[in-house]
């Protein structure tokens, strides 16, 4: 059975840096493509950065330059490391495997104080 399980929210204040955490479980995901996105309340789910298996990554606007992908093969996790939080950041952060029609994990809240 597939799991993707996220780790790390929680509550910063503005300016402030999270790493969020997300343990695959059931299958390797090297050959998979591995994204975060984020949903805010009241607003659809977002792309926020994303990692090919030859390394690739991509980030969307509001990430770029602020949060970073990572991606640690031999343990089958992937990271996303966010810097300079604002209060707009606020959303529950999911994980994502894009194989077949995909997998996501539960989510991890992140909260950013002004």
């Known amino acids: 059975q597939v799991r993707l399980v996220e780790s790390g929210g929680g509550l910063v204040p503005a300016g402030g840096s999270l790493r969020l955490s997300c343990a695959a479980s059931g299958r390797h995901f090297s050959r998979v493509t591995m994204a975060w996105y984020r949903q805010a309340p009241g607003k659809q789910r977002e792309l926020v950065a994303l990692?090919?298996?030859?390394?690739?990554?991509n980030s969307s606007d509001f990430a770029r330059g602020r949060f970073f992908i990572f991606r640690d093969t031999a343990k089958n996790t992937i990271a996303l490391q966010m810097n300079a939080l604002k209060p707009d950041d606020t959303a529950v952060y999911y994980c994502n495997a894009q194989l077949g029609l995909g997998y996501w994990g539960q989510g991890t809240q992140v909260t950013v104080s002004s």
């Open positions: 990692m090919t298996t030859d390394g690739t990554t």
